[in-house]
């Protein structure tokens, strides 16, 4: 009576817990010393031609060594770390477009079948590269990719909240920058000879652009464009 009670209060807490989507803490392993990487280099000489042997490995470790090591930890130190023919230079362009032209030949969401691509790349360049270096490379990259499109993508929010009276005081402002250069240039396209206040007003008699607002300000920099040649 007693264990049938026990096993409906597990049976409804591993319901519960998926319902809730809980994740159960995995226990960590201890880092990996010298004498297990020895040890994991030995065994794979032993069982490596054998039909999954990182279980048989994994098994005569956490005996010889007293740890908890599982067959995928394993596998995943020997593929990564240990095995003596893995190339552990940098990607070059040539790897790097592989990847990518294989992750993207077909939608694959997120999970990528990388233990299959590691063979394709040995055949193809000659060189046996880790799982981890090449996933680590494929995350770089869409870690960066998906950084950028938020900014654009921010950017465009931002604009698009723009308030009216915003856009027309920067259209307003553009405007007068340009009336600016506009005088500038007729200032730089003045003759060189003698004005006086009747050849300004002439000057300027006409320019629809220029404010009445602005004639201190007109003078002012016609003095400054011709000196003492200017007589007002």
């Known amino acids: 009576m007693i264990n049938n009670v026990f096993n409906e209060n597990v ?3 591993e319901i519960l ?4 989507q809980i994740k159960v803490p995995q226990i960590r392993a201890r880092p990996f010393t010298i004498q297990v990487d020895n040890s994991i280099k030995g065994f794979m000489k032993e069982f490596g031609q054998s039909s999954n042997p990182y279980v048989k490995i994994s ?13 995928k930890q394993i596998r ?24 990518i032209q294989w992750v993207e030949s077909e939608p694959r969401g997120n999970a990528i079948p990388w233990k299959s ?5 040995e055949s193809e360049f000659k060189k046996l590269r880790s799982e981890s270096m090449v996933k680590n490379f494929w995350n770089l990259r869409k870690r960066i990719q998906d950084s950028t499109k938020s900014k654009i ?17 920067d259209e307003q402002q553009q405007k007068k920058v340009c009336r600016e250069l506009n005088i500038t240039f007729k200032y730089e396209n003045i003759p060189s000879h ?9 000057l300027f008699e006409n320019d629809e652009n220029t404010p009445p607002s602005n004639a201190m300000e007109i003078l002012c920099r016609v003095a400054a464009v011709f000196g003492n040649d200017l007589v007002i």
């Open 153 to 169: 993508e921010d950017e465009d929010s931002r604009k698009r909240k723009r308030s009216p009276k915003s856009t027309a005081k």
């Open 59 to 71: 098994q005569k470790i956490n005996k010889l060594h007293n740890t908890n090591y599982t067959s």
């Open 17 to 20: 817990k998926d319902k809730l």
């Open 117 to 121: 691509l590691i063979p394709l790349m």
């Open 194 to 202: 003698p004005l006086n206040s009747g050849s300004i007003e002439t």
């Open 11 to 13: 049976i409804r807490k």
């Open 76 to 99: 995943q130190r020997w593929t990564s770390k240990l095995n003596t023919n893995l190339c552990l230079e940098p990607l070059d362009i040539d790897e790097k477009l592989f990847i």
